[in-house]
């Protein structure tokens, strides 16, 4: 596993494209231009396109979102540092790594066993140190909730009320929910216990969130 010059040089070229395309963070633009994504993506042959603003296959039916996408749903979640986020979807680990660049304690959930070994392998050997499950991701993580911020990175049928209840009221919930064949994505406030703001942005394409376990 290599990072060049060149590798970096691309990276700055990614993050000047997502600053043209709205994302303002300036702590999300230099966490493109530090993560090395290519080594993110298991097929060798696509590492010279890794900064490209593209999903690209990572395996078990799984990709690696597009940059724009994981950017745009990190500027979403309105980072502070130290917050306890809860991503839904561990996938490649490459937002994961976005997160962790932001300064936030992050716990994963990922459904894939396959993505999930791999994942676990590669994070601390690039020096992330995360918390990574293997589970259901609409049951959430009752046992560390309650969550400042939480993160859904696939497509769900409907908004998991299990998410809802383990978020913090004041926290946010950033879910892409299907519409059709694409997904609205919503960006949901808890204001009280009982009580939520929703707010409907862009429509997006995302791999769908596997079913929970025990429906059909």
Same mark, same amino acid.
Do not use: C
């Given at each position: 596993?290599? !990072? #060049?010059? &060149?590798?970096?040089?691309?990276?700055? +070229?990614?993050?000047?494209?997502?600053?043209? %395309?709205?994302?303002?963070?300036?702590?999300?633009?230099?966490?493109? =231009? #530090?993560?090395?994504?290519?080594?993110?993506?298991?097929?060798?042959?696509?590492?010279?396109?890794?900064?490209?603003?593209?999903?690209?296959?990572?395996?078990?039916?799984? #990709?690696?979102?597009?940059?724009?996408?994981?950017?745009?749903?990190?500027?979403?979640?309105?980072?502070?540092?130290?917050?306890?986020? /809860?991503?839904?979807?561990?996938?490649?680990?490459?937002?994961?790594?976005?997160?962790?660049?932001?300064?936030?304690?992050?716990?994963?959930?990922?459904? +894939? %066993?396959?993505?999930?070994? &791999?994942?676990?392998? /590669?994070?601390?050997?690039?020096?992330?140190?995360?918390?990574?499950?293997?589970?259901?991701?609409?049951?959430?993580?009752?046992?560390?909730?309650?969550? !400042?911020?939480?993160?859904?990175?696939?497509?769900?049928?409907?908004?998991?009320?299990?998410?809802? %209840? +383990? /978020?913090?009221?004041?926290?946010? /919930?950033?879910?892409?929910?299907?519409?059709?064949?694409?997904?609205?994505?919503?960006?949901?406030?808890?204001?009280?216990?009982?009580?939520?703001? #929703?707010?409907?942005?862009?429509?997006?394409?995302?791999?769908?969130?596997?079913? =929970? %376990?025990?429906? !059909?």
């Amino acid at each position: 596993m290599t !990072d #060049t010059y &060149r590798h970096k040089g691309l990276r700055r +070229q990614l993050a000047s494209v997502l600053a043209k %395309k709205g994302i303002i963070n300036t702590e999300i633009l230099t966490a493109v =231009e #530090t993560i090395p994504r290519h080594l993110f993506i298991p097929d060798n042959a696509l590492h010279k396109y890794a900064y490209e603003d593209k999903p690209f296959p990572i395996g078990a039916g799984q #990709t690696i979102s597009q940059p724009y996408t994981v950017a745009f749903q990190t500027q979403l979640l309105d980072l502070k540092p130290r917050e306890k986020v /809860l991503e839904i979807g561990t996938g490649s680990g490459y937002q994961t790594a976005v997160l962790l660049e932001m300064g936030v304690k992050v716990f994963s959930i990922e459904r +894939q %066993k396959a993505l999930f070994d &791999r994942t676990k392998q /590669l994070l601390p050997t690039l020096g992330y140190k995360t918390n990574l499950f293997y589970g259901d991701g609409y049951k959430g993580l009752p046992t560390y909730a309650p969550f !400042d911020k939480i993160i859904v990175t696939a497509g769900a049928p409907y908004i998991p009320e299990d998410l809802l %209840k +383990q /978020l913090k009221v004041g926290g946010i /919930l950033v879910i892409p929910v299907n519409e059709g064949d694409s997904q609205r994505m919503k960006k949901i406030i808890k204001k009280s216990a009982t009580n939520f703001e #929703t707010e409907d942005l862009s429509l997006f394409r995302f791999v769908p969130l596997l079913k =929970e %376990k025990g429906r !059909d």
